[in-house]
């Protein structure tokens, strides 16, 4: 018997041996790991770090030990674990190698490399591209609620596009000078499971909760076009007060030729209070709330429709944070005093932790 068959037999034996003194959870309740580590009682085999020890060719006496203490529910055909929270933190998010910030202007082809592109399938086998998200771990990738639930009724979900920047050319290639380099090919996912808020309602013209999960049928191989963006998880993130100061977002939506951009655009804004824009927006009977945010404003310069769903982001400590989801805005993108509507995502940090395993 090999090596790593006999060990990985061994431990799903010691892990299929109910302790008296655990006490059963259910199917993703929250847990505690042997380590102090929080995190989700979920079905073994969907907790990629465990999956990952029983895979080794000699787990130690101690990775046998913790596997069995994981254990936090289930029967012997479906072990569940305490599986430790999958979302990443700085620096293991929140990294690209471009810095270079310039409003309204094309990006490079490694910047923003969390942006994602969600296709539907419309009539007569028909496919596009109409709403964005931000991939925030291996699994999952989060985007506005109205790109699943606000949809025509012909219209489906099909799938999600990582990796992307020239929707034109696949794979992507950069040309300096004689030298022309090539990046990996675009991967568009399969799609798993989707998790819509609870609160969020497609007759409300507010827009509340306007935010939704999509969970990607396989973990996706990061690369340097392809990596997750941080989410404001710390109470020092949550806290901190971005009004006054700039943000950026970054989509291929709509611009000002009123035609979705080929190419992966970015621009920058300045966050703006709730109590400087609500009133704009109280003139249509619209009233925002505290889980809202603004950004924008000023002419030609603004998120559009194609961009729904992607990311508001800012430079926090290093590593860049999605600080919103676009929501929406003026019917004509980039109207001058109108900032465009954001969901603000540091308040929805609990549901995401509580739908992410």
Same mark, same amino acid.
């Given at each position: 018997?090999?090596?790593?068959?006999? %060990?990985?037999?061994?431990?799903?034996? &010691?892990?299929? *041996?109910?302790?008296? $003194?655990?006490? /059963?959870?259910?199917?993703?309740?929250?847990? @505690?790991?042997?380590?102090?580590?929080?995190?989700?009682?979920?079905?073994?085999?969907?907790?990629?770090?465990?999956?990952?020890?029983?895979?080794?060719?000699? =787990?130690?006496?101690?990775?046998?030990?913790?596997?069995?203490?994981?254990?936090?529910?289930?029967?012997?055909?479906?072990? &569940?674990?305490?599986?430790?929270?999958?979302?990443? @933190?700085? =620096?293991?998010?929140?990294?690209?190698?471009?810095?270079?910030?310039?409003?309204?202007?094309?990006?490079?082809?490694?910047?923003?490399? %969390? /942006? /994602?592109?969600?296709?539907?399938?419309?009539?007569?086998?028909?496919?596009?591209?109409?709403?964005?998200?931000?991939?925030?771990?291996?699994?999952?990738?989060?985007?506005?609620?109205?790109?699943?639930?606000?949809?025509?009724?012909?219209?489906?979900?099909?799938?999600?596009?990582?990796?992307?920047?020239?929707?034109?050319?696949?794979? #992507?290639? +950069? *040309?300096?000078?004689? !030298?022309?380099?090539?990046?990996?090919?675009?991967?568009? &996912?399969?799609?798993?499971?989707?998790?819509?808020?609870?609160?969020?309602?497609?007759? #409300?013209?507010?827009?509340? !909760?306007?935010?939704?999960?999509?969970?990607?049928?396989?973990?996706?191989?990061?690369?340097?076009?392809? +990596?997750?963006?941080?989410? =404001?998880?710390?109470? $020092? *993130?949550?806290?901190?007060?971005?009004?006054?100061?700039?943000?950026?977002?970054?989509? %291929?939506?709509? @611009?000002?030729? @009123? $035609?979705?951009?080929?190419?992966?655009?970015?621009?920058?804004?300045?966050?703006?209070?709730?109590?400087?824009?609500?009133?704009?927006?109280?003139? !249509?009977?619209?009233?925002?709330?505290?889980?809202?945010?603004? /950004?924008?404003?000023?002419?030609?310069?603004?998120?559009?429709?194609?961009?729904?769903?992607? =990311?508001? &982001?800012?430079?926090?400590?290093?590593?860049?944070?999605?600080?919103?989801?676009?929501?929406?805005?003026?019917?004509?993108?980039? $109207?001058?005093?109108?900032?465009?509507?954001?969901?603000?995502?540091?308040?929805?940090?609990?549901?995401?932790?509580?739908?992410?395993?």
């Amino acid at each position: 018997m090999a090596g790593a068959t006999k %060990w990985a037999l061994v431990a799903v034996c &010691m892990l299929s *041996v109910v302790r008296q $003194t655990v006490l /059963a959870l259910q199917l993703g309740q929250s847990c @505690t790991n042997p380590r102090g580590v929080e995190g989700k009682c979920i079905l073994l085999r969907d907790c990629p770090s465990l999956v990952a020890i029983l895979r080794q060719s000699a =787990p130690t006496p101690d990775d046998v030990a913790f596997l069995k203490n994981c254990r936090c529910g289930g029967d012997n055909k479906n072990v &569940m674990v305490c599986c430790p929270n999958p979302l990443p @933190t700085y =620096p293991q998010c929140g990294i690209h190698l471009a810095d270079r910030i310039v409003g309204g202007q094309p990006t490079k082809i490694d910047e923003y490399p %969390w /942006a /994602a592109l969600i296709e539907y399938q419309k009539p007569n086998n028909r496919f596009g591209f109409h709403c964005g998200g931000s991939l925030i771990n291996e699994r999952y990738v989060l985007t506005a609620a109205h790109c699943i639930s606000s949809i025509p009724r012909t219209w489906k979900v099909h799938r999600v596009r990582l990796g992307e920047w020239d929707l034109s050319e696949n794979p #992507d290639c +950069k *040309v300096e000078g004689q !030298n022309r380099e090539c990046y990996d090919p675009v991967i568009d &996912m399969d799609i798993e499971k989707i998790v819509v808020h609870s609160g969020y309602d497609t007759q #409300d013209k507010n827009h509340y !909760n306007d935010i939704a999960l999509i969970r990607l049928a396989r973990e996706v191989s990061y690369s340097d076009t392809v +990596k997750p963006i941080c989410l =404001p998880l710390s109470s $020092t *993130v949550i806290n901190t007060n971005h009004v006054g100061l700039p943000s950026f977002a970054v989509g %291929w939506g709509k @611009t000002e030729t @009123t $035609t979705a951009s080929e190419t992966k655009l970015k621009v920058d804004m300045l966050v703006k209070s709730l109590e400087e824009c609500s009133p704009v927006y109280q003139r !249509n009977r619209i009233f925002l709330k505290s889980t809202q945010m603004c /950004a924008g404003g000023k002419k030609g310069t603004d998120t559009c429709s194609g961009d729904s769903g992607g =990311p508001l &982001m800012r430079r926090i400590a290093g590593g860049w944070y999605v600080i919103g989801v676009v929501s929406f805005g003026p019917s004509k993108c980039g $109207t001058e005093g109108v900032p465009g509507i954001y969901t603000d995502v540091s308040k929805y940090a609990d549901w995401i932790r509580e739908n992410v395993y």
